[in-house]
């Protein structure tokens, strides 16, 4: 047996190998085998030692393409299509290995060290036209795509449509990495000391799907956030709602500038609510009644407030209230404070129509949860600064994916029967095999939902029927 050197090395042998390290090729009588080395230190002798160890044999034969899954990623890469030529043109040399590392965290989130291995088991090489995705790539691609700050900025402004409400809302993502610049500690709601980075998203209720993601150092409060935002996403027509942690004055005034509608709960001792004014009208929002009035501001005659007394809320209030003073614990109470909730806006509009919208806000909070705990967003151990934004940015993909299924699932009224994790389990079964990707028998389950979901032409799409 004799060992050929890697110049003589035929082309299938090469394409075969192409990329691989601390491999050798032997021949005897015509046949190839492959071996593994290694370099070590022989301490006893005082020189270089190579160990080699046998991996298998090498045939010329074409090898066919094993069972993988197909149906779940056809699904992702149907939500995105429509974004694809985008993709290319702001990321051309990346935007490949971007979506596989988006579509994993959609579909069976992992660590970036073993997505090569289920990128392996899918048709994403068929799909995307891509032979591998080895780690290493993948971390290069979201590094450099993490660099480009202003291109990630103009890619998500095409999510956001004129004339649409916008629910805004911040969190927060923890990492002990040390040495990742953004990870900062500050003041956030849990009072945790932990580095973390703030993290902004803007939700389009109108069309519930995210639209707008951005990363901000730890230390930043999540109220300066606001007007970054706003001047980036700058000539669109929004609606602007948020919860009472976002109250400034300055904040809404500059809001109000820049023509973005606005809709933001104020303190109850904020002395521009009336408690005397008359609450002349009435609502039922999830059986709790709810009174409420609206009124100009006298001080600054473009803003309004919609003054709510949810009934519930009083009486929980104002029972709790009564169980301390029983128990002989010091408390402050104002009666006609109970169960009132005030927002200000800048917008004349229905009261009952407002509440609704305000309240709608808890869409955006589901979209935090799905990010951090669904898809796993939460407590990444990166340490390069670019990398974490580009596995940022990812994410926020994954989740525009994430919701682009449940609204498929929302078309066809089937959302107390499904979730997102449930279809994309069930489209896995959809498997293709061989070098021409031959379609497998579908399981009875999985053909129900695929046909009652509409999604047969989805699952077969680029030539894979």
Sequence with gaps: MKTVPKKQWSDWIKERLEGR??????????KFYLYEYKNTWDKEKKKPRKKTQYVGTLKMEKEYAPVVDHGNV???????????????KTFPDYWKHLLVFSMNRTASPMPIKRIPSWFERTSLSKLLDLEKASSKTIRKALEEIGKKLDAQHDFMKTFINENEFLLYDGSVIYSSSRYNRLLETGYNKEHSLLPKANVALLFSKTRNSPVYFKVFFGSVHEVNTVPQIIEEIGGKDIFF?????????DLYDKLHEKKVKFAMPLPRDDRRINYKQRLKGAMQYKKRVILFTKYVVEENKDYFIYHYEDQLLKYEETTEYHKLKMAKKKVSFKKNWAGRIAVLSNVNMDPEELYLTWKSRDEIEKAFHILQNVLEMDTPHVSNEDVFRGYMFASFISLYMYYRVMSMIREKDLLKRLSVEDVLFELSKVMVSGENYKPLEIPKRTRLMVKALGLENIITKKGLS
């Design 21 to 30: 390290k601390n491999i050798e090729v032997k021949e005897n009588d015509g």
């Design 241 to 249: 709602v948020t919860d009472k942690g976002y109250y400034k004055d």
């Design 74 to 88: 056809s699904l992702l890469y149907n939500t995105i299509e429509d974004k694809i030529d985008l993709l290319k």
